[in-house]
């Protein structure tokens, strides 16, 4: 008879994820005991075991989550009709919102990611690949006409742009949304003014 699936299971499976990423970005994944874990939840080792079977799956399920969530908000954004600058700062603004509350899960994902199967791999990073290519689409309507086709150039631009973006929570751990969007009016700015003014030095 196959297990009945209890009413409070989506709540406690989102009390694991929380609890667990906190205690593999404090101790790193490897060194963390799946027993810590369940003690930050206040649950037992063999309940948590209930929900998954091994550090690994867990370790997949924090991030497949995490970064699902945020690629799908960010690449469902109204841009329409918005100019290059307005878009930009739009999706600069909310990926800073969405990494509020966040900054676990944000700091496992380095570590976490070479600890995962390929095929984990794979679908973790196409969810960052359609982050980035909302923000390529964008740079190409921002830099100039000689530049559109430069595939380094327009990479180095969009990698500098996640770069201050991923950084945030290490330099302001305690922001508010307040900061939050004046940091991404800074960010939009520095880009739009660097992108549509940038010279290839041969």
Same mark, same amino acid.
């Given at each position: ?10 709540? $406690?499976?989102? %009390?694991?994820?929380?609890?667990? !990423?906190?205690?593999? !970005? ?11 874990? +369940? ?23 924090? %991030? /497949?989550?995490? &970064? ?10 109204? &841009? ?7 878009? %930009?700062? +739009?999706?600069?603004?909310?990926? @800073?919102?969405?990494? /509020?509350? *966040? ?5 496992? =994902?380095?570590?976490? #990611?070479? #600890?995962?199967?390929?095929?984990? =791999?794979?679908? @973790? $990073? ?25 595939? *380094?150039? %327009?990479?180095?631009?969009? *990698? ?18 307040? !900061? ?9 700015? @520095? ?10 030095? =041969?």
């Amino acid at each position: 008879m196959a297990r009945t699936i209890a009413k409070d299971y989506g709540e $406690k499976r989102l %009390l694991i994820l929380k609890a667990a !990423a906190e205690v593999f !970005a404090r101790e790193g994944i490897a060194r963390a005991p799946m027993s810590e874990v +369940a003690k930050n939840c206040g649950i037992s080792k063999a309940n948590i075991y209930h929900y998954y079977s091994s550090k690994d799956s867990l370790l997949f399920d924090i %991030l /497949d989550s995490y &970064l699902s969530s945020l690629s799908n908000h960010i690449c469902n954004l109204p &841009l329409d009709n918005l100019s290059a600058k307005d878009k %930009l700062s +739009a999706i600069t603004r909310e990926v @800073l919102f969405a990494y /509020d509350g *966040m900054d676990h899960q944000h700091k496992i =994902q380095t570590e976490g #990611l070479p #600890l995962l199967r390929k095929e984990q =791999q794979e679908i @973790l $990073k196409q969810y960052q690949r359609n982050m980035v290519a909302i923000v390529n689409d964008v740079l190409i309507e921002i830099v100039p006409p000689k530049i559109k086709h430069n595939r *380094m150039v %327009l990479r180095n631009i969009n *990698m500098s742009l996640f770069g201050m973006l991923n950084w945030y929570y290490i330099w302001n751990p305690n922001a508010d949304r307040k !900061a939050r969007e004046e940091y991404a009016i800074t960010i939009t700015e @520095l880009t739009v003014s660097g992108a549509a003014h940038f010279e290839i030095i =041969q």
